[in-house]
């Protein structure tokens, strides 16, 4: 049972995220469209695209947290000398490897939704499918990778710092999950702020038609791309939503999964 917990608190943690704080990633995504905000549903229909969203938040973070738990014992066995935020941040890299094979196709039709008029979830899977068959499903999961890496290469290991260092301030004794929500929210935030331009750049690619420059294009180039034609405001577009998303996220995600491995451990402490 306790090997089952990340998996459980995660998967918790997930679903309770996307499905609260959708529309603001609706509002992020449309702020990041290379058609613009208004031509991309403006506020209409903020909940478009919360069906795929919400069926890959639980096995995506299950996957991500059973094997960041997992790497973080294997790799602190066989790198004993490691120091802590090498092995958060390698264990972070596996997790995110892992999840981003659920995590890729759902977030391909969601964003495709969250920036078409009036197009239903089913629609837009099909066009995928027609158009490009499974690949075009996994249309910018190296680009998302490119993302999530970096991104969860502050926020875990900032996570953990945060966490120990509360810690330490009541003389050792385990943060709270009300706690260990409060430093997910900071590491989540700062996080966020400093992967803005490559969360624009993944959003590029995967509403991009086939053909278009954004999926030729690498990660850097379409970085390069983006800054020359707009600016550092094409770069840090969605920056509020996005930072207000992630750590408000940070609080409810991480809180979550706090708590749901209090709750589990405390309910089958032996098995």
């Known amino acids: 049972m306790v ?14 995220v996307d499905v609260t ?48 738990e997992l790497f973080k014992v294997v790799v602190g066995y066989h790198f004993p000398n490691l120091q802590s935020p090498w092995v958060h941040m390698l264990a ?13 196709p759902c977030e391909v039709i969601k964003q495709r939704t969250q ?12 066009a995928a499918i027609e158009s490009e068959g499974i690949r075009g499903l996994y249309r910018g999961y190296l680009t998302t990778l490119s993302r999530e890496i ?23 004794h385990p943060v709270e999950p009300w706690q260990g929500a409060v430093c997910g929210a900071l590491a989540g935030a700062v996080a966020a702020a400093l992967t803005t331009p490559l969360d624009v750049a993944k959003t590029r690619v995967m509403l991009a038609k086939t053909g278009d420059m954004e ?47 209090h709750l589990l451990l405390t309910h089958h402490p032996t098995h």
Request: glycine share 14%; charged share 15%.
């Open 3 to 16: 090997a089952c917990l990340p998996c459980q608190a995660g998967g918790l943690a997930g679903t309770a």
């Open 21 to 68: 704080l959708f529309p603001l990633d609706t509002i992020k995504t449309r702020l990041q469209s290379s058609k613009g905000f208004w031509a991309s549903g403006g506020f209409r229909r903020i909940y478009g695209g919360i069906l795929p969203a919400a069926s890959a938040s639980a096995p995506s973070a299950a996957l991500f947290f059973c094997t960041y």
């Open 92 to 104: 972070a890299t596996a997790g995110e490897v892992a999840a981003c094979v659920v995590r890729v």
């Open 115 to 126: 920036t078409s008029r009036g197009l239903r979830p089913s629609q837009v899977f099909k």
């Open 150 to 172: 970096p991104f969860s290469f502050i926020q875990f290991p900032l996570w953990e710092y945060l966490k120990a260092s509360w810690s330490d301030s009541q003389g050792g």
């Open 215 to 261: 999926v030729k294009a690498s990660m850097a180039g379409l970085l390069v791309m983006i800054g020359r034609e707009e600016g550092l405001k094409g770069l840090f577009s969605g920056f509020v939503p996005r930072v207000c998303w992630i750590g408000l996220g940070g609080f409810i995600f991480l809180g979550a999964y706090e708590q749901g491995k």
